[in-house]
């Protein structure tokens, strides 16, 4: 079968590699992943499939890693993955959904084979596709085995991105510039939510004319009126009407490298409440974006943003930014970087974040944001679109 992963095997090789060296420092002979961002990531495995329980076994003595998953998605992983078709797994039908017996059985089946049935196991304990059910069935299956948790090692090495990441990325952010466009265009009064919404969606899968795009993480959050006043709802059942506030959080995406880009719309004439909140924010993301560079920590980010709003109408308690990239429903976010108080982490060239300064008040909200990659000098905005306030 001829496969198709997107990056040459060499930079799935430097990936596993670094994602070992990670294992070793951790005490991880074996390491389960479940996260389908980091299947991905290590194999090039992409498809629908995450509703059932898929995943990969990296063994520190095999060169790639073992791909399990339902049989009839075992071509989708010879068609996608660098893998040889022997590292390619697939369960039969009766493991889905039973209440007989649970794929992680069959797992533990396939450590038996590889003689790693008493080796520590590292897990993604903390993951969405990891269900208690799923420990539950190793730890009675490997009684031997030492299970510990390694959640997010893998997302830690996926942090830094690959100049043909960033590619990837940067194609979704000349998506995501179209489908804010279109969203800009396309609401107003009298329109009912739904059809805008539907209009996003399709410019997110046209994508541009050179290329299309992909599904997003997170469908299009576009709340309206007093519903703007909290972060993560979407359209309702309603018309626009004049006077009506618009939070717009969309994305492009490319290949499952997403560019997520927040704006705010106005239908009519803003109240001086919002144009002041508006121009604190758009000062300190600015403010921001001058004080990126490599070195700096996640916590001192926050505080030049702190800083960058003192005084003014604006006050936000949440973090103010996270990395992103790579990714699969119910998240774009990598659950690494955040831009708060107490977060260490140093950035570095390739680290790609989501500076998200939202801002939601008792009766209204305002966001504006910009993906960015930090650089050997500062950091770099891949979109390019307007940094104010939309008017209709």
Not at 258 to 281: C, D, M, N, Q, Y
Not at 334 to 361: C, F, Q, Y
Request: glycine residues 8%; proline residues 5%.
């Amino acid at each position: 079968m001829n496969k198709q992963p997107l990056f040459d095997v060499s930079e799935y090789q430097a990936r596993l590699a670094k994602t070992k060296e990670s294992m070793y420092r951790q005490g991880v002979e074996v390491l389960l992943v479940t996260d389908p961002a980091n299947i991905n990531y290590l194999s090039g495995y992409d498809g629908w499939s995450f509703y059932v329980h898929q995943g990969l076994l990296i063994l520190m003595d095999q060169a790639e890693p073992i791909w399990f998953g339902r049989m009839q998605d075992s071509n989708g992983a010879k068609l996608t993955t660098w893998l040889n078709d022997q590292n390619i797994r697939g369960y039969q039908d009766h493991y889905v959904q039973s209440n007989l017996r649970h794929p992680m059985d069959f797992v533990a089946d396939l450590l038996k084979e590889f003689g790693a049935d008493k080796r520590s196991l590292g897990v993604e304990l903390d993951n969405y596709y990891f269900s208690g059910q799923c420990l539950e069935s190793l730890t009675e299956n490997l009684p031997l085995a030492s299970i510990m948790n390694a959640n997010l090692l893998v997302n830690w090495v996926r942090l830094i991105k690959s100049p043909a990441e960033i590619g990837y990325m940067k194609m979704a952010a000349k998506i995501v510039e179209k489908v804010m466009a279109k969203a800009a265009e396309v609401i107003d009064a009298g329109v009912r939510e739904g059809d805008a919404a539907g209009e996003v969606v399709k410019a997110q899968l046209c994508g541009t004319p050179e290329f299309t795009g992909d599904y997003a993480s997170i469908m299009p959050i576009m709340p309206s009126g007093i519903r703007t006043s909290t972060a993560h709802l979407s359209w309702v059942d309603r018309k626009y009407e004049t006077g009506d506030l618009v939070l717009l959080e969309l994305a492009g995406n490319k290949h499952r490298y997403h560019a997520p880009l927040s704006r705010t719309l106005i239908v009519g004439k803003a109240p001086t409440a919002l144009e002041e909140v508006a121009k604190g924010v758009i000062g300190g993301l600015e403010a921001v974006l001058d004080f990126i560079k490599p070195g700096v920590t996640g916590e001192e980010v926050e505080g030049c943003w702190r800083n960058a709003i003192s005084g003014t109408k604006v006050v936000k308690e949440s973090r103010m930014g996270y990395a992103f990239g790579l990714n699969y429903p119910p998240d774009w976010g990598e659950h690494t970087v955040s831009l708060r108080p107490g977060d260490k982490n140093v950035l570095e060239p390739g680290a790609t974040i989501h500076v998200m300064p939202g801002v939601w008040l008792d009766e209204f909200g305002f966001e504006c944001s910009e993906p960015i990659v930090v650089t050997e000098t500062g950091c770099e905005c891949l979109v390019n679109y307007p940094r104010e306030l939309i008017r209709k």
